[in-house]
């Protein structure tokens, strides 16, 4: 086990969907034993709490009252997995407000004593934009279909590879050209590639990186 670096280490994990972000940052989290939060969570719920109480998509203020109500608690909803959900995080992610009323639970999360890891699509540019340690985890849009498929198959979602391999692509296009807080690797982020990768490969390419970073960290402060 690595030691929690201290005082105030965090670690940014971005990159588009079914990267292997998650795994990445989760190990990263076990490994320097600092709290973890899948932001991409956030905008599932409030997409889905949307969906439940009947309200369309395309109203940013019902989906801004969503995310201002949201509460830690209501995160671990297995309903918030689910295909349907990623599509609508990825359309209410778009609204500046939505995103609004989501910083300060993050940046809340990303202050806590001793650290943080959390993973996203602008954690290293827009929450946490001092982070000593940011990745850019990366693979081909055919690699992460595969993956999400696989993924979706596992929790019971038929679904055809195809689809998949369509979400994937509609979901980069919308969460990168979107005004506010695209989906970008910050200008000091580390990119990893995990197309040809295995999960404990990219696990030990990530912790590399970090300890390289935090090398650096340690030097300068
Ligand atoms: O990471 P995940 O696939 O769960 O994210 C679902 C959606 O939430 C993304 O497609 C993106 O639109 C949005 N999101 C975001 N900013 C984050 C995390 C997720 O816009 N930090």
Same mark, same amino acid.
């Given at each position: 086990?690595?030691?929690?670096?201290?005082?105030?280490?965090?670690?940014?994990?971005?990159?588009?969907?079914?990267?292997?972000?998650?795994?990445?940052?989760?190990?990263?989290?076990?490994? =320097?034993?600092?709290? =973890?939060?899948?932001?991409?969570?956030?905008?599932?719920?409030?997409?889905?709490?949307? %969906?439940?109480?009947?309200?369309?998509?395309?109203?940013?203020?019902?989906?801004?009252?969503?995310?201002?109500?949201?509460?830690?608690?209501?995160?671990?909803?297995?309903?918030?997995?689910?295909?349907?959900?990623?599509?609508?995080?990825?359309?209410?992610?778009? =609204?500046?407000?939505?995103?609004?009323?989501?910083?300060?639970?993050?940046?809340?999360?990303?202050?806590?004593?001793?650290?943080?890891?959390?993973?996203?699509?602008?954690?290293?540019?827009?929450?946490?934009?001092?982070?000593?340690?940011?990745? =850019?985890?990366?693979?081909?849009?055919?690699?992460?279909?595969?993956?999400?498929?696989?993924?979706?198959?596992?929790?019971?979602?038929?679904?055809?590879?195809?689809?998949?391999?369509?979400?994937?692509?509609?979901?980069?296009?919308?969460?990168?050209?979107?005004?506010?807080?695209?989906?970008?690797?910050?200008?000091?982020?580390?990119?990893?590639?995990?197309?040809?990768?295995?999960?404990?490969?990219?696990?030990?390419?990530?912790?590399?990186?970090?300890?390289?970073? %935090?090398?650096?960290?340690?030097?300068?402060?």
């Amino acid at each position: 086990m690595t030691e929690t670096p201290n005082p105030h280490f965090v670690i940014a994990v971005d990159g588009p969907a079914a990267s292997g972000k998650g795994t990445v940052a989760a190990g990263l989290a076990r490994a =320097y034993r600092l709290p =973890y939060l899948d932001t991409g969570l956030l905008y599932r719920a409030v997409g889905v709490l949307m %969906r439940r109480a009947d309200q369309g998509l395309d109203d940013e203020a019902a989906a801004t009252a969503q995310a201002q109500m949201l509460t830690a608690d209501l995160l671990g909803d297995p309903g918030f997995r689910t295909r349907a959900a990623g599509e609508a995080a990825s359309r209410v992610a778009v =609204y500046p407000r939505v995103r609004e009323a989501l910083l300060e639970f993050q940046r809340t999360f990303a202050g806590q004593e001793g650290g943080a890891v959390l993973d996203g699509r602008d954690i290293g540019t827009v929450i946490a934009p001092d982070a000593p340690a940011k990745l =850019y985890v990366t693979a081909t849009p055919k690699v992460r279909a595969e993956r999400r498929w696989k993924q979706l198959n596992a929790h019971g979602e038929r679904v055809s590879r195809a689809d998949v391999l369509k979400d994937i692509r509609r979901r980069d296009a919308r969460d990168g050209g979107r005004d506010t807080a695209p989906m970008k690797p910050a200008s000091d982020a580390v990119l990893l590639d995990t197309s040809e990768m295995t999960i404990e490969q990219a696990a030990d390419a990530a912790r590399r990186i970090v300890e390289a970073a %935090r090398a650096r960290w340690i030097t300068s402060s």
